[in-house]
């Protein structure tokens, strides 16, 4: 049992560690300054010029409301999770109406029974 928590607490570590090394500067979630009518963009996005196109692909998006942000998607790898289509994507932000970088995340993305994509991390 002991060496189960070991093991467990190693792999926290290790994930914390590759986050920062990634450039995660917080997890991409309701804290981002990032607005619903963004996110849903981004995930608009995805399901149309990313989720099941090849490594490589990239796509632009931008939220035309005031302050909205804008940013690019990139699809970096495919992998699977027991039995499920998994992607790996890396988000770019931008400042609202700058050239300013927001923050870039690494995230995986699975693809779920009901066909929908639930991040994996």
């Not at 189960?4 to 590759?18: H, M, S, Y």
């Not at 796509?59 to 804008?70: F, I, L, Q, T």
């Not at 699809?75 to 970088?101: D, F, H, N, V, W």
Request: hydrophobic letters at 40%; proline letters at 5%; glycine letters at 10%.
């Amino acid at each position: 049992m002991k060496v189960k928590l070991l093991l467990g607490i190693c792999l926290l570590v290790g994930a914390a560690v590759a986050a920062r090394a990634q450039g995660l500067t917080k997890a991409w979630n309701e804290e981002t300054p990032l607005t619903s009518q963004d996110r849903a963009i981004i995930f608009s996005i995805l399901d149309s010029q990313v989720h099941g196109k090849a490594p490589g692909t990239v796509a632009n998006w931008a939220n035309p409301a005031p302050g909205g942000h804008s940013g690019t998607v990139t699809l970096l790898a495919k992998s699977s999770r027991q039995g499920m289509p998994c992607e790996q994507i890396e988000y770019r932000i931008m400042e609202p109406q700058s050239t300013q970088a927001h923050g870039r995340y690494v995230l995986t993305s699975c693809q779920v029974a009901d066909g929908t994509w639930k991040f994996a991390e």
